[in-house]
C-alpha cells in the first residue's frame, strides 16, 4: 500500500497566478465562457515570448504551472459553490511560497544540501532521512524572514497485523 508523508526543514508565483485569475475572470464577465487549464498552459508559453516578461523563462515551470493548477482547483471549487471566487495572491505578506514538481530527479537531498529546480544546491538545516520518492517540494518565507522548504514524499508501507489484541470503537451511542 502506498503512502504519502511531508517532511519540512529549514531553508513568486503570485505574478501568474493574479494575470491569469484577470485573464479568466475578463474572459467569464465578457463571454460568459471559463478558460480551462490546458488554454492557461498554452497562454503562459505566449506570454514568455513577451520582452516585457522576459525574467518568466528564468523562474522553474513547473511551479508556474503548479500556480495555474492551484488557479484552476480554485475555479472548480467556486463553481461547486465549496468556495468563494478566487481572490489575488500579490499582496504586501511577509508569508510567501511557491511548490514545484520533481521531474526527473531534479529535487534531490545531497548531504546538507538540497537541489531545487532552477534554483541550484541550497543549504538545508537535515534533521532526518527522507523514505521514498520525492514528488513535489514547497518553498516557502514565513513572517520573520526564514525561508523552509517541505517535501512530499511516496513510500509502500506494509499494514500491520493485528497480534491477537482487542479492539474498543466508540461509536457515540447515548
Do not use: C
Amino acid at each position: 500500500m502506498d503512502y504519502t508523508k511531508g517532511y519540512k526543514y529549514r531553508i513568486y508565483r503570485r505574478f501568474v497566478y493574479d494575470r491569469f485569475l484577470e485573464i479568466r475572470s475578463e474572459a467569464w464577465e465578457i463571454e460568459k465562457k471559463s478558460i480551462s487549464y490546458n488554454k492557461t498552459s498554452s497562454m503562459l508559453t505566449d506570454l514568455k515570448k513577451n520582452p516585457d516578461l522576459v525574467w518568466l523563462k528564468s523562474v522553474d515551470s513547473m511551479a508556474l504551472q503548479e500556480s495555474l493548477k492551484d488557479l484552476d482547483r480554485a475555479f472548480q471549487n467556486f463553481f461547486k459553490k465549496r468556495a468563494h471566487y478566487p481572490s489575488k495572491k500579490f499582496k504586501r505578506n511577509p508569508y510567501q511560497s511557491y511548490r514545484t514538481r520533481n521531474q526527473s530527479k531534479s529535487i534531490r537531498v545531497e548531504g546538507n544540501r538540497i537541489r531545487l529546480p532552477k534554483v541550484g544546491m541550497v543549504k538545508i538545516k537535515f534533521s532526518r532521512d527522507i523514505e521514498g520518492k520525492v514528488l513535489n517540494a514547497t518553498i516557502s518565507r514565513n513572517a520573520t524572514g526564514k525561508y523552509f522548504v517541505s517535501l512530499i514524499a511516496t513510500f509502500e508501507m506494509e499494514p500491520s497485523q493485528n497480534m491477537g489484541g482487542k479492539i474498543g470503537i466508540d461509536i457515540g451511542i447515548t
